[in-house]
């Protein structure tokens, strides 16, 4: 089993930052891929950003790539997402997640069926 909590999320305005973590527990994330997704009202869960736990390049959604950064550190067991230059869209429920991984590419892990641990989530809301 892995748990998952996230923290880090609130109301931040437009152009703004926030940074969200992830923290592990439970089994080592040695053999995971760790990947944020994002919920707005009315809206299916989508993907945002995954990260390899043994490294190697993060893959990252269109709508985010160039203004969030996903990392993660292993002496602390977390995984971080930094959000630069927020707009209104990012508002939205973020949850980590944790996928077994198969050694398949990193861009295949962006489908919520990859993963099998999530935690509850954190609201962001960025106001114009």
């Known amino acids: 089993q892995v748990q998952l909590v996230e923290s880090g999320g609130g109301l931040v305005q437009a152009g703004g930052s926030l940074r969200l973590s992830c923290a592990a527990s439970?089994?080592?994330?040695?053999?995971?891929?760790i990947g944020w997704f994002r919920q707005a009202p009315g809206k299916e869960r989508e993907f945002v950003a995954c990260i390899s736990w043994t490294g190697g390049t993060p893959y990252y959604a269109d709508s985010v790539k160039g203004r969030f950064t996903i990392s993660r550190d292993k002496a602390k067991n977390t995984v971080y997402l930094q959000m630069n230059s927020l707009k209104p869209e990012d508002t939205a429920v973020y949850y980590c997640?944790?996928?077994?991984?198969?050694?398949?590419?990193?861009?295949?892990?962006?489908?919520?069926?990859?993963?099998?641990?999530w935690g509850q989530g954190t609201q962001v809301t960025v106001s114009s």
């Open positions: 439970g089994r080592t994330l040695s053999s995971y891929v």
């Open positions: 997640a944790a996928a077994p991984a198969t050694g398949a590419t990193i861009r295949r892990y962006t489908t919520n069926d990859k993963y099998n641990y």
